[in-house]
């Protein structure tokens, strides 16, 4: 299969990754970012169980997701004067394999730097389908045609608003936000997390990061107004013990701040016509740990349906959603609002006391591996890769 152009939107993790297989097998692949350059920013993201891992070795790039991985921290949950209440271990929140998201970011980036035309800076403003391609248009550069268009960028995907319809059809707020403060101050120390009822505030470990979620209704604030996300943080959490009115002089002077809504995507089917949707863009769910891991199961799928399909895209978008709804499953059902910042002081205690409780984690751990091995690869012959 060759001279079939596409076009991913994003290059977060799963638009690389499709990008990956699809020049692997002689489509030209246009990526296009809306960020200046790669956004390696996030906490850490893990793989868990064998399909993972069958992928990400037919990628070439297990060894080096291993030389940069982490290793989950343990977090410990502390009181209001700092005591240890319960200790929350890195196995469970660190799957298999847990590295920072930006270093996946750039391993996949590379691996596709070469072979795919990236394009920073832009993002696409319309998309018209015809009988033999897509018309694209674009914020910067000149308008262009594709054979396939796919959006991979993330959950509040420009891709499938432009394709299928408005966010608030597909994205579900799901009661809860969440905030990432990029802060030197927080640099070191111990990993601690700290609840109140409808409120938590993490901070410490080795990146200076700290990491808040809140019980709300939903908001209505421009995503790129850094100010007025201050401005929310602080009302969210004002009045509060522990340390966090020190938090909040941070998150004041900080001028990394990202804050959004918990949310779920759903998606009736992940394609229209030669368009289709992979990643947070088409079953995200906020932090439900899942994200990344079907992120780059869906990009194998993809190239190997169209491949299977010799380029037929219709024949092939429906073989993924047909193979893919079942196993991404779990970003309909997780919502980690609740259990990161649990409503009631004794819903908090309950869930300290599961960790407490190591027979129950490794329990959750075990149901957490069924969920990602729920699948069956089929081989691809033509994903092999050549050397
Ligand atoms: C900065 C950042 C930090 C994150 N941190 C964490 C974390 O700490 N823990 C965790 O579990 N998950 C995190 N995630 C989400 C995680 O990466 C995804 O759940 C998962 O890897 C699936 O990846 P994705 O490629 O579908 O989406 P994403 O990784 O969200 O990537 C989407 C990409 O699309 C780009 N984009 C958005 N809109 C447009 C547009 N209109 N045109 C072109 N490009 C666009 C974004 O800039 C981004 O690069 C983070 C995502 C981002 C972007």
Same mark, same amino acid.
């Given at each position: 299969?060759?001279?079939?152009?596409?076009?991913?939107?994003?290059?977060?993790?799963?638009?690389?990754?499709?990008?990956?297989?699809?020049?692997?097998?002689?489509?030209?692949?246009?990526?296009?970012?809306?960020?200046?350059?790669?956004?390696?920013?996030?906490?850490?993201?893990?793989?868990?169980?064998?399909?993972?891992?069958?992928?990400?070795?037919?990628?070439?790039?297990?060894?080096?997701?291993?030389?940069?991985?982490?290793?989950?921290?343990?977090?410990?949950?502390?009181?209001?004067?700092?005591?240890? #209440? $319960?200790?929350?271990?890195? %196995?469970? *929140?660190?799957? =298999?394999? @847990?590295?920072?998201? !930006? &270093? #996946? $970011?750039?391993?996949?980036? %590379?691996? *596709?730097?070469? =072979?795919? @035309?990236?394009?920073? !800076? &832009?993002?696409?403003?319309?998309?018209? %389908?015809?009988?033999?391609?897509?018309?694209?248009?674009?914020?910067?550069?000149?308008?262009?045609?594709?054979?396939?268009?796919?959006?991979?960028?993330?959950?509040?995907?420009?891709?499938?608003?432009?394709?299928?319809?408005?966010?608030?059809?597909?994205?579900?707020?799901?009661?809860?936000?969440?905030?990432?403060?990029?802060?030197?101050?927080?640099?070191?120390?111990?990993?601690?997390?700290?609840?109140?009822?409808?409120?938590?505030?993490?901070?410490?470990?080795?990146?200076?990061?700290?990491?808040?979620?809140?019980?709300?209704?939903?908001?209505?604030?421009?995503?790129?107004?850094?100010?007025?996300?201050?401005?929310?943080?602080?009302?969210?959490?004002?009045?509060?013990?522990?340390?966090?009115?020190?938090?909040?002089?941070?998150?004041?002077?900080?001028?990394?701040?990202?804050?959004?809504?918990?949310?779920?995507?759903?998606?009736?089917?992940?394609?229209?016509?030669?368009?289709?949707?992979?990643?947070?863009?088409?079953?995200?769910?906020?932090?439900?740990?899942?994200?990344?891991?079907?992120?780059?199961?869906?990009?194998?799928?993809?190239?190997?349906?169209?491949?299977?399909?010799?380029?037929?895209?219709?024949?092939?978008?429906?073989?993924?959603?047909?193979?893919?709804?079942?196993?991404?499953?779990?970003?309909?059902?997780?919502?980690?609002?609740?259990?990161?910042?649990?409503?009631?002081?004794?819903?908090?205690?309950?869930?300290?006391?599961?960790?407490?409780?190591?027979?129950?984690?490794?329990?959750?751990?075990?149901?957490?591996?069924?969920?990602?091995?729920?699948?069956?690869?089929?081989?691809?012959?033509?994903?092999?890769?050549?050397?």
């Amino acid at each position: 299969m060759t001279n079939r152009t596409v076009l991913i939107s994003g290059a977060g993790i799963a638009g690389p990754a499709l990008a990956f297989w699809l020049s692997l097998q002689g489509y030209a692949v246009t990526v296009v970012e809306r960020s200046p350059e790669l956004r390696t920013g996030g906490q850490a993201v893990d793989f868990k169980g064998a399909t993972h891992r069958t992928v990400l070795e037919r990628m070439g790039i297990l060894d080096e997701i291993h030389e940069h991985q982490t290793g989950g921290l343990d977090q410990t949950l502390v009181d209001a004067d700092g005591r240890a #209440l $319960a200790v929350l271990p890195g %196995e469970f *929140t660190g799957g =298999d394999v @847990e590295i920072r998201r !930006g &270093d #996946l $970011a750039r391993i996949m980036y %590379e691996r *596709t730097a070469q =072979d795919c @035309e990236y394009v920073f !800076g &832009d993002f696409i403003t319309s998309l018209t %389908e015809t009988d033999d391609g897509v018309d694209v248009t674009f914020e910067r550069g000149a308008p262009r045609r594709f054979d396939l268009v796919f959006g991979a960028d993330g959950i509040h995907s420009a891709v499938r608003r432009l394709a299928f319809g408005p966010e608030a059809d597909y994205v579900e707020h799901l009661g809860h936000y969440y905030a990432l403060v990029e802060t030197d101050e927080t640099d070191g120390g111990p990993a601690v997390m700290y609840n109140e009822p409808g409120r938590m505030a993490a901070t410490g470990g080795p990146k200076a990061t700290a990491f808040f979620v809140f019980a709300s209704p939903e908001i209505d604030y421009d995503r790129y107004d850094t100010g007025r996300q201050k401005e929310i943080l602080a009302a969210a959490f004002e009045g509060g013990g522990w340390r966090l009115p020190e938090l909040m002089e941070l998150v004041k002077r900080s001028d990394d701040v990202y804050l959004d809504s918990i949310a779920r995507v759903t998606m009736d089917g992940y394609s229209t016509g030669r368009v289709a949707l992979l990643g947070d863009a088409a079953y995200g769910n906020t932090l439900g740990g899942f994200g990344t891991g079907l992120a780059v199961v869906a990009a194998y799928v993809i190239a190997g349906e169209l491949a299977a399909a010799n380029g037929d895209h219709d024949l092939a978008f429906r073989r993924y959603d047909e193979k893919f709804r079942g196993y991404a499953k779990i970003a309909r059902k997780a919502n980690a609002g609740p259990f990161l910042a649990p409503p009631t002081t004794l819903r908090i205690k309950l869930r300290d006391q599961m960790f407490k409780r190591r027979l129950l984690l490794r329990g959750m751990l075990w149901v957490t591996d069924k969920f990602a091995t729920d699948i069956t690869l089929d081989d691809y012959p033509a994903l092999a890769r050549q050397g």
